[in-house]
């Protein structure tokens, strides 16, 4: 009988798409697997395999799948059920699921771009096709797949495509231009003439009389590969033996020429760097950290999910590393969330150190070759205890998940804005855990207000830990209102004269500095100050945002990129100004007060690469600068022993962002950011510049109140219908044709209101109003917590068929953002 497969393509398609398999091989397709299929005019996608039967589509031909890809299952069904909870509470697409999820080199397709790799080598003759894509692409070393397949005549070439990628003498062309380090290394064995025992012992008395190193050198080989102990023999690297007895090249070579060692070139993991370095114990916990990690056990005796509320530096960390310790210790998985990229660096040695060649590190700035050797490592016995890793990671397969742990559960990082799917990977970890029966920890100095409400309502366990390590007070912050200083001509650029005493101060005393500030760039905005002409961008409704060191105006949400004018365009004047500052412009400007000091800095602009990232932190933690200048990056869960001041340069910009969140997040960075002084040895100082020092906020940043502020917030978001009390769904509304696009929004919001009543607002102009030449509406949904979100949902997708099934609203465009950050 046919079989037929349905299956999920990389588009958003509201459903899976049927296709034929052939008889040949239609045994060998499993749920989970990947295959090749036409789709649309000559294009071809990779498509994943949802599942296998009889039944032959009737509303349309059915096409037939052009090739299989794997062998095994690359998805295993727990995670087919979490694509299906994202695609229904986010309001996407599976195929939406499937981008995000996938490695670009597990998904190709007719677009996607592949690249020469120079360093391959091959020691068996290629297959005739795959020969014959490397010779085009040895002459043009950038192809797409579409164009090679028209050059080359071969059919199914997604397969030929797949099967290099595999031997990686091709590889997925990314942004980032990865440094391909060769991943050999050269290790040294005996000769087969010194591994003949008899002939060893001549070996030993010659080297005894004449050559001492060189038998020293032999010996501690021998040892390091457990020759003597007629064991297997280890393999030894020659940096090893040479670094574990400092004997010289030279001697080394002596052996080699003697006809004792011989040495080759071992292909090694990229992945197992950690192997090599030494393993030490977990540090004990104090007794607040004891007392807390055994209420997070109980607490997960009765309930899912536990907050960890522990000030900055009370050693959460050190919390979860034994937790990590104790749910490997049961044979399972954890996997290990965080924010941001930046904090990676550090939390990765934390963990090296301990857990070795168990842990997996998995994120964006990863070659994509190596994300894809941790996905299929994932699938096989040989899997990672434990994956540390940003939001992605939570698509990873785990065959045996235990423990989620969710690290500054509160940033909003976690939430992706764009493109879909827009979902909360603390949310979805969650629920991820859940699938497996595993439990999630939270963890924060300074919990979001949804998680505290779980937490003190009861449905999420809450454990606290109120000391810091060694019960060093948390940081002194002193207010400074730099509106007065300002009014007295008595600020010098963006530094009120109190930090910059406390800096040179610091400075003096070979202490680090930390400086905040929430912009990058130079300045945000130019303005001619004759007209008040601002540049803005031709694609967005924005201003550019001015970046000295390129001498360029960028617009941060297109990337578009201008000169900058000499004269105003509007008026011809030629006295252009900046307003504001970003963290490039405070650089030049510390740079100048301090010309000896050593500055870094630290935002989206210095850390395209993830060398970039490991370089500033390293050489803060090592004291090789002395000022560390960042915007939010530097705010959270950085460990550094010995800043002593912080200084946040203006708290108003938070203040005043048009957001029901300002308030909560303000408090949150603020809080954060000055949690980074003083955190071993002695108490540190934090500098507080603020224009509004009356502001409510103030005064409970400085006592760390952190439960008067979230009282606060939640009487307000109850008052006013906001999380969590009330779930909102935004919906945005694109079209290039502004006037047809008020049309579409004015009706949408009128259908939506029939439905759903008082509970919809809008249609409105979001603060950007258009981005990439496209005009943006949106409206906004309220819903109460308690009411059934399917059934909201449901009809909410009822509306948007019935809109684009008019012909004058065919080409809106519309998509959700549930759970707005
Ligand atoms: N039990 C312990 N033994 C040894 N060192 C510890 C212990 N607890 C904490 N420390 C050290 O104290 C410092 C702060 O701890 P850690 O970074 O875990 O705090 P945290 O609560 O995660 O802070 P934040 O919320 O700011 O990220 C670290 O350098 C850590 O190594
Ligand atoms: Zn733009």
Redesign the pocket.
């Known amino acids: 009988m046919k079989k037929f497969a349905d299956v999920i393509l990389p588009l958003p398609l509201h459903s899976c798409f049927t296709y034929s398999l052939p008889d040949e091989w239609a045994d060998e397709v499993q749920t989970g697997c990947r295959v090749v299929v036409p789709f649309g005019r000559k294009k071809y996608y990779t498509a994943i395999v949802r599942n296998v039967h009889y039944y032959a589509p009737t509303e349309y031909e059915v096409k037939e799948v052009s090739a299989l890809l794997d062998a095994r299952p690359l998805l295993l069904p727990r995670q087919f059920k979490f694509w299906e909870w994202l695609s229904d509470y986010y309001l996407c697409t599976q195929g939406d699921v499937y981008k995000a999820a996938l490695p670009s080199g597990l998904k190709l397709e007719s677009e996607t771009i592949v690249e020469y790799n120079p360093d391959f080598e091959s020691d068996v003759r290629l297959p005739e096709k795959e020969q014959r894509i490397l010779d085009m692409l040895s002459a043009d070393p950038e192809q797409c797949v579409t164009k090679l397949e028209k050059e080359t005549g071969i059919k199914n070439i997604l397969s030929v495509i797949k099967s290099l990628l595999d031997k990686e003498a091709i590889f997925v062309k990314e942004e980032l231009r990865r440094t391909y380090k060769p991943k050999t290394e050269t290790r040294v064995r005996l000769t087969a003439a010194a591994r003949n025992e008899h002939r060893l012992h001549i070996f030993f008395d010659e080297l005894q009389r004449r050559a001492p190193k060189q038998l020293d050198l032999l010996m501690k080989y021998l040892e390091l590969s457990g020759y003597l102990g007629g064991r297997d023999l280890k393999e030894v690297s020659k940096a090893e033996l040479l670094r574990r007895t400092s004997a010289t090249p030279a001697v080394f070579n002596g052996l080699v020429d003697r006809g004792v060692f011989e040495v080759y070139q071992q292909e090694i993991g990229r992945i197992d760097k950690a192997l090599l370095k030494d393993i030490v114990p977990v540090?004990?916990?104090?007794e607040h950290?004891q007392r807390a990690y055994h209420s997070i056990l109980e607490s997960f005796q009765s309930k899912n999910v536990c907050l960890l509320h522990?000030?900055?530096?009370?050693?959460?960390?050190?919390v979860y590393i034994h937790l990590i310790e104790e749910t490997i210790r049961q044979g399972k998985q954890v996997l290990y969330l965080l924010p941001e990229i930046a904090l990676t660096t550090q939390i990765t040695e934390?963990l090296q150190r301990v857990f070795g060649s168990r842990l997996g590190i998995y994120h964006s700035k990863f070659p994509d070759a190596e994300r894809v050797e941790i996905w299929q490592k994932q699938l096989s016995e040989a899997d990672y205890d434990i994956i540390l890793g940003v939001r992605s990671s939570v698509f990873l397969p785990f065959r045996n998940l235990g423990l989620v742990i969710v690290d500054?559960e509160h940033e909003n990082t976690y939430k992706q804005q764009d493109p879909a799917p827009r979902y909360h990977a603390r949310n979805a970890a969650i629920v991820l855990a859940s699938m497996y029966g595993a439990k999630t920890l939270l963890?924060?100095?300074t919990p979001s207000v949804e998680t505290w409400n779980n937490a003190t309502s009861g449905k999420y366990g809450l454990v606290e830990?109120k000391e810091r390590?060694k019960e060093i007070q948390l940081p002194e912050i002193i207010p400074v209102d730099i509106k007065e200083l300002h009014r007295k001509k008595m600020m010098n650029g963006p530094f009120s004269p109190l930090l910059l005493r406390y800096v040179r101060e610091a400075l003096e005393q070979k202490e680090q500095v930390i400086l905040f500030q929430n912009r990058r760039g130079f300045a945000p905005m130019i303005e001619c100050n004759t007209c008040g002409w601002v540049p803005k961008c031709k694609n967005c409704d924005v201003s550019l945002t001015y970046h000295k060191g390129l001498n360029q105006l960028t617009c941060h949400y297109c990337g578009y990129t201008y000169q900058l004018p000499r004269v105003c365009p509007a008026c011809e004047g030629t006295d252009l100004r900046n307003r504001g500052f970003g963290t490039e412009k405070i650089e030049d400007d510390i740079k100048a007060l301090f010309p000896d000091a050593r500055v870094a800095r630290m935002d989206l602009d210095t850390t395209r690469t993830r060398t970039a990232y490991e370089h500033i932190i390293s050489d803060f933690q090592q004291g090789k600068t002395d000022i560390l200048i960042g915007t939010q990056m530097v705010s959270?869960?950085l460990?550094f022993?010995h800043v002593s001041i912080v200084g946040i340069l203006n708290a108003d910009t938070m203040l005043n962002y048009p957001d029901f969140r300002a308030y909560e997040r303000a408090f949150q960075l603020m809080a954060?950011v000055a949690?980074?002084a003083g955190?071993?040895n002695k108490r540190g100082r934090v500098i507080l510049q603020t224009k509004s020092i009356d502001h409510p906020i103030i005064p409970q940043v400085i006592a760390n109140d952190y439960e008067a502020m979230v009282g606060g917030q939640l009487a307000e978001r109850q008052m006013f219908h906001y999380p969590p009390y009330y779930r909102l769904v935004y919906v945005y509304l694109k079209n290039r044709n502004e006037t047809l696009l008020d049309l579409m929004a004015q009706t949408m919001a009128a259908k939506l209101r029939t439905v759903f009543g008082r509970r919809v607002l809008g249609p409105d102009k979001p603060p950007v109003a258009r981005i990439q030449t496209l005009f943006i509406r949106k409206i906004v949904l309220k819903i109460e917590t308690n009411a059934p979100m399917a059934r909201a949902r449901e009809l909410l997708v009822q509306v948007q068929k019935e809109m684009v099934a008019e012909d004058r609203f065919k080409s809106l465009i519309v998509y959700y953002d549930v759970d707005p950050m």
Do not use: F, H, W
């Not at 540090?283 to 104090?286: A, D, G």
């Not at 522990?310 to 050190?318: I, L």
């Open positions: 540090n004990p916990l104090n950290q522990g000030v900055t530096a009370s050693g959460k960390t050190e934390r500054e963890g924060t100095a830990l390590y959270k869960g460990d022993d954060q949690g980074r955190r071993k």
